[in-house]
C-alpha cells in the first residue's frame, strides 16, 4: 500500500481573464492502508485534490510524493496515472454501455495485455468478493443501480491497486443502497487493506466509512483531523455545518452567561463579547433533565420525517430551531425546549471555534 505527501500543493485553472486556485499551499498527509476522506461543498476543489492524487492533473506548484517517491512537481507529472497502480471509481460509474460486466472488469487488464487466464482468474476472484457473479454475461443496462455499482468497484480493484480512489461514489444511489454500498465498500477496505481516498459533499459518507478527514472550503483544507475531533471540535462554524446540522445563534457573553435574542443560557464561560452559539439538533430535549439548559418556549412550525426520525422546526420570535425527536408535534404546538450542557460551540463573530461549553 502507499502513504500519499502533498508539499504546499496549488493548482489553479485560467478561466477566461480570471485565475483560478482550485487547490491553495495543500499540506496533506495519507497514511498507507487508511481509508480517508476529503469532504466539501460543490466547487471546493475535493474532485481535483482526487485528480492531482491520480495523476490527472499537475501541480502548478507544490509536491507530490507516494512514499518516498516524487511523482508529481511544479507544472509536471513526473510519474504518469498508468504507472500509478491506481484503482478508480468514479460518481458516474463511467460503464462502457457495448461490454457486459465481464468485460467491463476485464478492461484494464486487457489494456496491460496480461494473459487470458489470468484476467479470468483475477475477474472471477473479485467478482466473488463483491457478489457479482451471477451478473457477469449481462450488459449494464440489464442490472440494477447497486450491481452497476458493484461492476465499476470491482475495475476498480481487478488490477490489485495499491491506492484506490473513490469519486462521489454513492451520490447516484437511493438512500437504502447508499448504506449498503457504504458497508460493502468498508468491508472490502478492510479486507484488502489498500489505501483509499473518497471524496463527497455528505457527511454521512465520511462517517460511515473513514477515521480521518480533510475538510475543503474555497481550496483550502480548513481541517484536517480524525473525523471525531473535527465533529466536537471544528475549525469554523463553516466546517461545523459540513459535518451536520447546526443551530447558530448570534449574541454576546458576559459575566459567562449568553445572551440572544430568543433566550439566554448560563454557560459558565470565560469568553467576552459578541459570538455565535451553535447547537446541533441532537442536542435538543423537550422534556427538562439533569445536565439540561433551558431554551424556553417555542411554537413548531414544521414537522417532517428524515431517516427514521422527525424533524422539527420550531421558531421564537425571529428566531428558528432544528431538533430532532422521536415523535411528531402539530404546527402551532407550544414546547419548552431544553439543550445539553457541555454539547454546545461557542464561535467569534467571524465564525472561529472558542470553545464547547
Same mark, same amino acid.
Given at each position: ?100 460486466? /465481464? ?127 473535527? /465533529? ?72 417532517? /420525517? ?22 411528531? /408535534? ?28
Amino acid at each position: 500500500m502507499v502513504k500519499i505527501v502533498f508539499k504546499g500543493v496549488t493548482k489553479s485553472f485560467v478561466r477566461g481573464k480570471s485565475v483560478v486556485e482550485a487547490v491553495k499551499d495543500a499540506d496533506l498527509e495519507i497514511g498507507s492502508g487508511e481509508f480517508f476522506g476529503i469532504l466539501g461543498p460543490s466547487g471546493s476543489g475535493k474532485t481535483t485534490t482526487l485528480r492531482l492524487i491520480a495523476g490527472l492533473e499537475e501541480p502548478t506548484k507544490g509536491e507530490i510524493y507516494f512514499d518516498d517517491k516524487l511523482v508529481s512537481a511544479n507544472g509536471r507529472v513526473l510519474v504518469p496515472a498508468e504507472q500509478r497502480n491506481i484503482g478508480l471509481v468514479f460518481q458516474t460509474w463511467a460503464l462502457y454501455p457495448h461490454m457486459t460486466a /465481464y468485460d467491463n472488469i476485464a478492461f484494464p487488464l486487457r489494456v496491460k495485455k496480461l494473459p487470458a487466464d489470468e484476467i479470468d482468474q483475477r475477474v472471477q476472484e473479485v467478482s466473488e468478493t463483491l457478489d457479482i457473479k451471477d451478473v457477469l454475461e449481462k450488459y449494464p443496462r440489464e442490472i440494477s443501480g447497486g450491481q452497476q455499482q458493484r461492476v465499476a468497484l470491482a475495475r476498480g480493484l481487478v488490477k490489485n491497486p495499491s491506492l484506490l480512489l473513490l469519486d462521489e461514489p454513492f451520490s447516484n444511489l437511493d438512500a437504502l443502497m447508499r448504506d449498503a454500498a457504504r458497508a460493502l465498500v468498508r468491508e472490502v477496505q478492510k479486507k484488502l487493506g489498500i489505501t483509499t481516498v473518497v471524496v463527497s459533499h455528505d457527511p454521512a459518507d465520511m462517517f460511515s466509512l473513514v477515521e480521518k478527514a480533510a475538510v475543503i472550503v474555497n481550496g483550502k483544507f480548513k481541517q484536517v483531523d480524525y473525523l471525531n475531533r473535527v /465533529y466536537e471540535t471544528p475549525a469554523d462554524s463553516r466546517v461545523a455545518s459540513l459535518l451536520g446540522e447546526i443551530n447558530l445563534f448570534g449574541g454576546k457573553v458576559a459575566d459567562g452567561r449568553f445572551i440572544g435574542d430568543a433566550f439566554q443560557l448560563d454557560l459558565g464561560s470565560k469568553v467576552r463579547g459578541k459570538v455565535m452559539l451553535g447547537i446541533r439538533p441532537e442536542d435538543v430535549r423537550v422534556q427538562e433533565g439533569k445536565g439540561l439548559l433551558s431554551l424556553g418556549q417555542f411554537s413548531v412550525v414544521l414537522s417532517s /420525517y428524515q431517516g427514521g426520525a422527525f424533524r422539527i422546526t420550531a421558531s421564537k420570535g425571529r428566531e428558528t430551531l432544528v431538533f430532532i425527536s422521536d415523535v411528531p /408535534y402539530k404546527v402551532g404546538q407550544t414546547l419548552d425546549l431544553y439543550v445539553v450542557r457541555g454539547r454546545m460551540k461557542l464561535f467569534d463573530e467571524a465564525g472561529e471555534f472558542l470553545e464547547t461549553v
